[in-house]
């Protein structure tokens, strides 16, 4: 065989398996499709179509669904996924543990782990999670990938650029775990796989611009537009943290006065809640005692309330979605100091007909590490 024939062999082998990716990738975000469907969809000839789903279906990892009724003429028959037919692990990591959890191709979590993290030495991180995607991994046939997400930024997947709360600069976490696991690995922000896993699997499923904002240790912001997740050129996109808000004594690390960190953290409410009641409360116990109807909290939580708004409505005077889900550990903030949160995102908003609702998740902590999951079924999907 000639070296032309055999490059043009790859290379036409590399766009099927690039295609069958995204054949999966459109039965995954919209449910079942004919055959007619995903050609449309996909710009691909009927035939070329066919020679991709018929491999897909040979391995398993489609199969023919009930057809639908239709009045007249042949019912197109929906080719389906088989979520079992891949599984994938996503860990999330914090300063003291790794959290991990194995789903299946549509993020649902199947089994959950945790790891304490002894320290933040590089090799020593890449170990804990080897071991916690280990003991996961026993239970099914194989990890076919692994997501990782953190506070941090990467640019490329692969290397983490900047985490300040593991004190890392450019640490080349996907090779260090892939060295120790030889499967796909991934490296992302956790709100921005988050925010994955909300436009595939959760409250922003199908559409073409979402916002996911985050409030629990750090405050953050991930974007879907036109469809699709935007990291921004440095992987630093929604770096919202430090936004001014509202004029307070309230004071962050940085020391700024009123920015998203001094005013919205879980961890600002509760010194909040200090200052104003001599009571060092939980951040769950702050807000169940504001809805009591404890005066002093009710002030804390309205603050706070007041500080989303502004925020809400920054974020939708710069990008307009079509929805923006609040999520993360202090999410119900959003529901808890509703009509603050209100008032203020009005008096900010620069459009004050056309607003996007606002989705206040109930927020369970391994959706961190479901959120990183997502992220290695979309490397698997797009490679
Ligand atoms: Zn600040």
New binding site residues.
Partial sequence: MSESVASKESREAAIAQGSAGRVMLEILIHGPLSRVELAERLGLSGPSLTRITKSLLADGRLFEGEPRLRATGRPPQPLELDASAEHFAGVKLTADTVYSVVTDLRGTARAEHEETLAGHAPALVADAIARSVRSLAGSFASVDGVGISLGGNSADGLVVTESHFLEWTDVPLARLVHDRLAVPVVVANDVTALTQAQHWFGGGRGLDSLAVVTIGAGIGMGLVADGRLIIGAHGALGSI??QPLLPSEAV?????HG????LLTTGAVEQAALRASGRALSYGEVLHDAEQGDPSLRAVVDEAGAALGALLAGVTNLIDPQKIVLAGEGARLGEVAEPAMSAAFADTVAWRTVSAPIDVQPFAFNEWARGAAAMAIRARMLR
């Avoid at 962050?252 to 700024?256: I, L, M, V």
């Fill in positions: 943290g430090h962050c690390w940085r020391g700024h920015c998203a960190s001094a």
